[in-house]
C-alpha cells in the first residue's frame, strides 16, 4: 500500500476510533449526552497521536524522530556559499541572508542559523535533515529566484522571422542598442521521484511539437553539452526596459491548483505590473488565422510553462508544470522572499555535518531538569488540590500531547531552551485551573452544592480566562506579522501553546468535573487553603514601592550602558570563526573546556564531519566574540600546539600562462550586405601571468589556499616604500589571484578539499613576487598549523532586524492597550498593563546585567551566577515574561471590574479587596512557575542556565508588577480623572451686614 494512501487511512481510522470510543464510554457512563463532547476530545488526542504514529506505521521509525531537534541537540549540516560575483554595497550579503532565511524558514520555526561570513560569504546551519531535506534546501538556497515574463518567437510572426534567423547562427542573447530583445532560454527539467527514494532531473516535452502539434510553429533546440531532450526555446522581449513585466513587481505568491487540479503556483502583481502585463498580453491576443501566442514565464531564466494566450490578462496569473506540492511550496517561498542581489555559487565552498553545539553532559543535565520541573508542577497540584490536582494533571498532560503534537505537524524544530519553555507553558497553563479551583472554593464555602461551584466556578472564572489569553493571542500575532524571523518562531510556538490551554482548561477539563459530579464519585472536592481571608493595605505600600522600582531599573540600565557590547552573546555581536585540525580523534566537551578557559569568556564548538568518516572527532569549528583574528589564531596555537595538524607544501616550477588568441563568431545579422565575422572577446584574464602546481601533503580546502596566497600578497610593499602596499590589501587582491583543482570531482571526498590544486597569478604580479608568494606560503605551512577557515562573521541579528524587532514589541502594546480599553471601557486599565510589562522587561534586564557584572565574585558562585550574556533565547524569555506578567495582570484587573460593578467611583479599597481576594491565585500561579524554573536554573546545565535565570528574576518581578505597579498605576490614573471631573461647588455667600 502506497505512503499516502495508508496515511489517508490512519486518518479515517482515527476519526472511527475517536468518535465510537466517545459514544462507547458515554454508554458505558450512561451519559449519552456527552458523547459527542468525549468524542471531540478523544479526536483530538488522536490528532496530536497522527503525526507519531504516521512515522512509526509508515515511515517504519523510531516515534521520536517525527520531533525535529535543533543544532543544540542534534547537529546538522553546515554550508558555506560564496557569492557569484562582488557585493553591490556593504549592506547586500545582510540584505541576501535576509531574503535566503525567508525563502528556507518563512514561518521562522526551523531555528537554521544564517549569517555573513567575511565580506562575499554566506553561511547556512541546517538542523538534522535527511539528504533530500537538506538538497531541497540547497536548491532554494541558490535559485536566483528572478521571475520574468516574455513571448516566445513563432514563424507565423513576420517581425519574429528575422529574429528567428538571426538566433540560429548565435548562442547568447540579440542585442538592439545593447538591449536584449530575444534570446535562447531552457526548458525547465521535470524532476522525477527515483525508486531508491532519491530524485533525478529529466526533459520536459512539454513545448515539444509531437507533444501539441500546435507546438510546431515555436522554436526550440538541442541544449550543447546536455543530454538528448533537453532543450532550449527563443523567447522575444520587450524592446524598451519600462514595459518589461519581472519579479518586481510581484505582489504575492500562494499555492494553488490549476485546470486538472495538479499543484501549482498563483501570483499577483502589483498595479505597476499589471498594466505592464495586460499591455504585454494584449499586444499578443491571437493573430487573424486564429492562431495564439504562447506567454513564456521564466523563473531564473528557465521556461517554466508556456500557456496559450487567448485574451488580454491583468494582473493575476497561474505558473503551471508537473510540480509536486513540495516544489509548489519551494518556488512560492523563494517568489515571496524576492530575488537575490548576487547569485551564489552553485556549489558550496564547503560542506560539513556539525555535532550537537551541546555536549553529552550539558544535554543529560538539561533533560534532567525537564523531567524533575515536570514531575515538580503535577506532584505540586496532586498534593493541593487533591482530586482536582489529578484532573489537572491529566489536563496538564494532554496540553504537552497536543502541543507536541501541533508542533510535530508544523514541523517545529525543538531547541533545549525551546523544550524548556514548553515545560514553563505546562507551568503557566497552571494558571487557568488555578482561578477556576479558587472560584470554585469561594463558591463552595458560600454552601453552594458541587453542581453549582462547578457551574460558577467556570462562568465567573471566565472572562478572566478569556481576557488575559486572548490579549496574549493579539500580540503573538502581532510578533508573527511585523517581527523578526527569530520572533516569529515564539510567536507561533505562544499562539499554539496558549489556545491549547484554553481549550484544555475550559473544555476537557469541565467535561472531567462534570462527569465526576454526574456520576458522583466524590460527595465533596476537597483542596488544600494555605492562604484565608487576607486584609493588607497594598495601595499604601505603593510610594516607597515605586522608590523601589525606580532604583532597580536605574540600577540596571546603568549597569547594561557600561557594560557596552559586552552585554551580548554571538546571536548579536558575530565575532571570528576559526576551523582546526588535530592529529588524533578529540572529544568536543575537553576542546571546548581548554578554549573557554584560554579565551576567558563563552565560546562556541562545532565537531565537524566531512565525507572523509576517518576524520571524524578531528576537525572543530570555533566561534568567539573576539574580533581579532590574529589574536585567535595565537591563543589557539598556544592552547593546543603541537595537536594541530600541519600540512606541508611541496611547490612545482613556476610557468609563464600563455597568451589565448580571440575566439570568432557568426555575425549578428548574417542576412545583411555587409555582414562580417564578430571577435568574441574571450580573453583569459590570466593570460600573460604566472601558474605553479601546489601539492599538499593533506587534504586542503582551495579557498584556504586561496587566502594563504592573498595574505602573502598583502604583505608585499613597494620598492621605494616601507609601508605603502604594492598589490593592496587582501580583499582588493582577490582579483589577482584564481586557485583550482587538478583533481577530478569523486563522491565520498569532502567538499572543496584537494591535494593539487593550480595556482594562477595575472600578469600584473611580477615572476620574482610570485616566487616570493610560493616560497612565504612553504615556509608557514612548515611552521604553524593550519586553519582552514579564519574569517569574521556577522551576528544572526542584524541591525535592521533589531529594528523589525523593536516594532513589533511596541506593536504588540498598542495592540495589547486596545482591547483592553475596548473590555475594561477605559484606557487607563490598558496603559497601566503596559506600564507593568515595560517595569518587568526593564526590571529583568537590570538583574541579568548586574548578575553578571558580579558573575567572578564568590557570592554569583554560591548563588550560581554566571556571566550571562543577552542572545536570542534571553529575547525569548524576556517575551515569555510579558506574556506571564501580562496574564497576573488582567486577572486582578478582571476581578476589580467584578467589585466595582456599576459604582461611579474608583477607590483605594476597591483595589485592596481585589488584590487580596486574587492573592491565593497569585502566590500559587507564580509560586508553580517559580519551583519549574528555579529547578530548570539549578540542575538545568549551561544549556538552559541564562533562560531559567531570566525567567527566575522575571516570575518575582511579574507578581510584584501586578500588586505594586499595575494595581497602584490604575487607581491613581482613575482618581486623578475623578478630581479633575469633580464639580466645584460655589462657596455661600452671606448676606451684607448694614450697620446703623
Given at each position: ?115 555573513q561570513v567575511g565580506k562575499n560569504q554566506i553561511e547556512i546551519i541546517i538542523p538534522k535533515a535527511t539528504p533530500e531535506e537538506v ?129 501549482c503556483v498563483h501570483f499577483s502583481l502589483n498595479a505597476v505590473g499589471g498594466t505592464r502585463f495586460r499591455a504585454l498580453t494584449s ?160 463558591e463552595m464555602e458560600r454552601g453552594s452544592s458541587m453542581r453549582m461551584a462547578i457551574q460558577n466556578g467556570f462562568g465567573k472564572a ?535
Amino acid at each position: 500500500m502506497d505512503p499516502i494512501t495508508l496515511k489517508l487511512l490512519l486518518f479515517v481510522l482515527v476519526i472511527v476510533v475517536s468518535f465510537g470510543g466517545g459514544y462507547l464510554i458515554a454508554n458505558l457512563l450512561r451519559l449519552r449526552d456527552l458523547s459527542v463532547k468525549l468524542g471531540v476530545v478523544l479526536f483530538t488526542i488522536g490528532l496530536a497521536l497522527s503525526p507519531f504514529l504516521n512515522t512509526v506505521i509508515v515511515d517504519k521509525k523510531p516515534a521520536i524522530e517525527t520531533l525535529s531537534f535543533g543544532i543544540d541537540l542534534a547537529g546538522g549540516t553546515n554550508l558555506v556559499y560564496e557569492l557569484n560575483g562582488q557585493p553591490k554595497d556593504s549592506g547586500t550579503v545582510g540584505r541576501m541572508v535576509g531574503a535566503i532565511r525567508r525563502r528556507v524558514d518563512p514561518t521562522g520555526t526551523q531555528e537554521l542559523a544564517i549569517r555573513q561570513v567575511g565580506k562575499n560569504q554566506i553561511e547556512i546551519i541546517i538542523p538534522k535533515a535527511t539528504p533530500e531535506e537538506v538538497k531541497a534546501i540547497k536548491s532554494a538556497i541558490t535559485s536566483v529566484g528572478k521571475l520574468e515574463f516574455a513571448i516566445l518567437a513563432t514563424r507565423l510572426n513576420d517581425s519574429h522571422k528575422s529574429l528567428i534567423t538571426r538566433a540560429m547562427l548565435v548562442k547568447d542573447d540579440l542585442r538592439d542598442n545593447g538591449r536584449v530583445i530575444a534570446g535562447w532560454r531552457p526548458v525547465a527539467p521535470l524532476t522525477v521521484l527515483q525508486p531508491d527514494g532519491t530524485t533525478k532531473e529529466v526533459p520536459s516535452h512539454e513545448l515539444d511539437s509531437e507533444a501539441l502539434p500546435g507546438n510546431a510553429e515555436i522554436v526550440l533546440r538541442q541544449i550543447k553539452g546536455q543530454p538528448d531532450g533537453f532543450q532550449e526555446v527563443l523567447c522575444v522581449f520587450e524592446r524598451d526596459p519600462k514595459r518589461r513585466v519581472t519579479g518586481e513587481y510581484l505582489q504575492r505568491a500562494t499555492p494553488s491548483m490549476d485546470d486538472r487540479g495538479s499543484p501549482c503556483v498563483h501570483f499577483s502583481l502589483n498595479a505597476v505590473g499589471g498594466t505592464r502585463f495586460r499591455a504585454l498580453t494584449s499586444a499578443h491576443t491571437p493573430m487573424a488565422n486564429g492562431k495564439e501566442y504562447k506567454l513564456a514565464v521564466l523563473l531564473d531564466d528557465k521556461v517554466q510553462t508556456a500557456p496559450n494566450i487567448r485574451e488580454a490578462i491583468g494582473g493575476e496569473g497561474q505558473i503551471t508544470g508537473r510540480y509536486t506540492s513540495a516544489e509548489v511550496e519551494r518556488i512560492v517561498n523563494i517568489l515571496n522572499a524576492g530575488a537575490l542581489e548576487v547569485p551564489l555559487k552553485k556549489d558550496p565552498i564547503s560542506e560539513n555535518s556539525i555535532s550537537p553545539l551541546l555536549g553529552v553532559d550539558v544535554q543529560r543535565k538539561g533533560f534532567t531538569a525537564l523531567f524533575l520541573s515536570t514531575a515538580g508542577v503535577l506532584v505540586f497540584m496532586l498534593i493541593y488540590y487533591m482530586w482536582l490536582g489529578f484532573v489537572a494533571n491529566v489536563c496538564l498532560m494532554m496540553n504537552l500531547l497536543l502541543l507536541m503534537g501541533s508542533m510535530a505537524f508544523i514541523d517545529a524544530t525543538f531547541t533545549l531552551p525551546g523544550l524548556a519553555g514548553i515545560v514553563l507553558t505546562m507551568g503557566m497553563a497552571v494558571d487557568a485551573n488555578v482561578l477556576i479551583y479558587e472560584r470554585m472554593r469561594e463558591e463552595m464555602e458560600r454552601g453552594s452544592s458541587m453542581r453549582m461551584a462547578i457551574q460558577n466556578g467556570f462562568g465567573k472564572a471566565f472572562s478572566s480566562i478569556f481576557d488575559s489569553n486572548i490579549t496574549t493571542l493579539l500580540t503573538a500575532v502581532i510578533l508573527y506579522l511585523i517581527g523578526t524571523d527569530q520572533v516569529k518562531g515564539f510567536a507561533v510556538t505562544l499562539f499554539v501553546g496558549l489556545a491549547i490551554s484554553m481549550y484544555t482548561a475550559l473544555t476537557v477539563n469541565r467535561l472531567m468535573l462534570e462527569i465526576i459530579e454526574r456520576k458522583r464519585w466524590l460527595p465533596k472536592f476537597k483542596m488544600l487553603s494555605l492562604f484565608g481571608t487576607t486584609h493588607v493595605d497594598f495601595v499604601s505600600k505603593q510610594t516607597i514601592c515605586a522608590i523601589g522600582s525606580l532604583a532597580l531599573i536605574g540600577a540596571g540600565l546603568l549597569t547594561f550602558a557600561m557594560r557596552g557590547q559586552t552585554n551580548y552573546d554571538i546571536d548579536f555581536n558575530g565575532g571570528t570563526m576559526i576551523t582546526m585540525r588535530f592529529n588524533e580523534k578529540q572529544t568536543s566537551d575537553d576542546i571546548r573546556d581548554q578554549l573557554t578557559k584560554a579565551f576567558q569568556s563563552d565560546i562556541s564548538l562545532e565537531q565537524l564531519s566531512s565525507a572523509d568518516a576517518s576524520r571524524d572527532g578531528t576537525t572543530f569549528r570555533m566561534r568567539t566574540t573576539n574580533q581579532d583574528q590574529d589574536q585567535v589564531v595565537k591563543v589557539i596555537s598556544d592552547t593546543f600546539g603541537d595537536k594541530l595538524v600541519k600540512i606541508h607544501l611541496k611547490p612545482g616550477e613556476l610557468q609563464v600562462i600563455p597568451e589565448t588568441k580571440p575566439a570568432v563568431k557568426a555575425a549578428e545579422k548574417p542576412d545583411a550586405p555587409d555582414a562580417k565575422p564578430v571577435v568574441e572577446e574571450e580573453i583569459d584574464p590570466f593570460a600573460g601571468g604566472h601558474q605553479v602546481e601546489l601539492v599538499f601533503t593533506a587534504p586542503t580546502r582551495l579557498d584556504t589556499a586561496s587566502r594563504y596566497t592573498r595574505e602573502e600578497l598583502a604583505k608585499i610593499k613597494k620598492a621605494d616604500s616601507k609601508t605603502e602596499l604594492k598589490y593592496g590589501t587582501e580583499d582588493q587582491t582577490k582579483t589577482l589571484v584564481s586557485v583550482s583543482s587538478l583533481e577530478p570531482v569523486e563522491a565520498g571526498k569532502p567538499v572543496g578539499e584537494v591535494k593539487q590544486v593550480l595556482l594562477k597569478l595575472t600578469k600584473d604580479v611580477s615572476a620574482e613576487d610570485a616566487k616570493t608568494v610560493v616560497a612565504a606560503i612553504t615556509k608557514t605551512l612548515d611552521n604553524t598549523p593550519v586553519f582552514d577557515e579564519v574569517n569574521n562573521f556577522e551576528s544572526q541579528v542584524a541591525g535592521d532586524t533589531k529594528q523589525s524587532a523593536i516594532l513589533a514589541m511596541l506593536a504588540s502594546l498598542v495592540m495589547i492597550v486596545a482591547y483592553i480599553w475596548f473590555r475594561f471601557e477605559n484606557i487607563y486599565f490598558g496603559l497601566a498593563a503596559v506600564l507593568a510589562l515595560v517595569h518587568d522587561v526593564l526590571a529583568t534586564l537590570g538583574m541579568v546585567c548586574m548578575a553578571a557584572a558580579i558573575s567572578n565574585t564568590t557570592v554569583a558562585e554560591l548563588l550560581l551566577i554566571s556571566d550571562f550574556k543577552i542572545n536570542l533565547t534571553m529575547i525569548a524569555a524576556f517575551l515569555t515574561i510579558v506574556g506571564y506578567s501580562l496574564n497576573d495582570t488582567i486577572v486582578i484587573f478582571d476581578r476589580l471590574r467584578e467589585i466595582r460593578g456599576k459604582n461611579p467611583l474608583f477607590t483605594r479599597e476597591m483595589v485592596n479587596q481585589a488584590v487580596n481576594e486574587c492573592l491565593s491565585r497569585t502566590i500559587l500561579t507564580a509560586g508553580t512557575v517559580f519551583i519549574t524554573v528555579a529547578i530548570l536554573y539549578i540542575l538545568g546545565g549551561e544549556g538552559i542556565h541564562g533562560f531559567a535565570y531570566a525567567m527566575l528574576i522575571g516570575t518575582i518581578v511579574g507578581c510584584y508588577s501586578t500588586i505594586y505597579v499595575a494595581s497602584p498605576a490604575v487607581l491613581w490614573l482613575m482618581e486623578r480623572e475623578q478630581r479633575a471631573n469633580k464639580p466645584r461647588i460655589a462657596p455661600k455667600r452671606e448676606p451684607a451686614k448694614v450697620g446703623n
